[in-house]
């Protein structure tokens, strides 16, 4: 099981990038099962940023909500910069949804320091796409 959870959750986010809604939100809720079932920090704090993506993506800001909690409090307690950097610059959307775009937009900036600092060059590279898309959102909504 220790691994299923991860797993779980990249299977959710490819659903979620071929659009596939239903199974990226069921892989989601096998993923937060299997981590939440073996108690695991690391596996919490890991899968957290796909889980609110996908719940973002299907409308269940209070699940986002709870799943950014939790996990900004796992990577927290183990001490992880890059894990919270990640959650947050996915808190991005939630905080889009919640009509928040100048507050979306500076938990990715403050996100993109971390990644190029330490981070994953994909993060980066997602946190930049992520932002670009915040402005193009931002835009929209002050026209
Ligand atoms: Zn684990």
């Given at each position: 099981?220790?691994?299923?959870?991860?797993?779980?959750?990249?299977?959710?986010?490819?659903?979620?990038?071929?659009?596939?809604?239903?199974?990226?939100?069921?892989?989601?809720?096998?993923?937060?099962?299997?981590?939440?079932?073996?108690?695991?920090?690391?596996?919490?704090?890991?899968?957290?940023?796909?889980?609110?993506?996908?719940a973002?993506?299907?409308?269940?800001?209070?699940i986002?909500d709870?799943?950014?909690?939790?996990?900004?409090?796992?990577?927290?307690?183990?001490?992880?910069p890059?894990?919270?950097?990640?959650?947050?610059?996915a808190?991005?959307?939630?905080?889009?949804?919640?009509?928040?775009?100048?507050?979306?937009?500076?938990e990715?900036?403050?996100?993109?320091?971390?990644?190029?600092?330490?981070g994953?060059?994909?993060?980066?590279?997602?946190t930049?796409?992520r932002?670009?898309?915040?402005?193009?959102?931002g835009?929209?909504?002050?026209?």
């Open positions: 099981m220790f691994l299923f959870a991860r797993i779980a959750a990249e299977l959710a986010r490819l659903a979620l990038y071929q659009g596939s809604l239903e199974d990226a939100g069921q892989h989601a809720a096998v993923s937060h099962a299997a981590a939440t079932e073996h108690e695991c920090r690391g596996c919490g704090a890991g899968i957290a940023a796909t889980l609110i993506e996908v973002c993506a299907n409308g269940e800001l209070t986002a709870a799943r950014r909690t939790e996990g900004l409090e796992h990577a927290f307690r183990l001490g992880l890059v894990a919270s950097a990640e959650i947050r610059a808190s991005a959307r939630l905080l889009v949804a919640h009509g928040d775009v100048a507050g979306a937009r500076n990715c900036i403050e996100a993109l320091a971390v990644f190029e600092q330490s994953p060059t994909y993060l980066a590279e997602r930049r796409r932002i670009a898309e915040i402005d193009v959102e835009k929209a909504h002050t026209a």
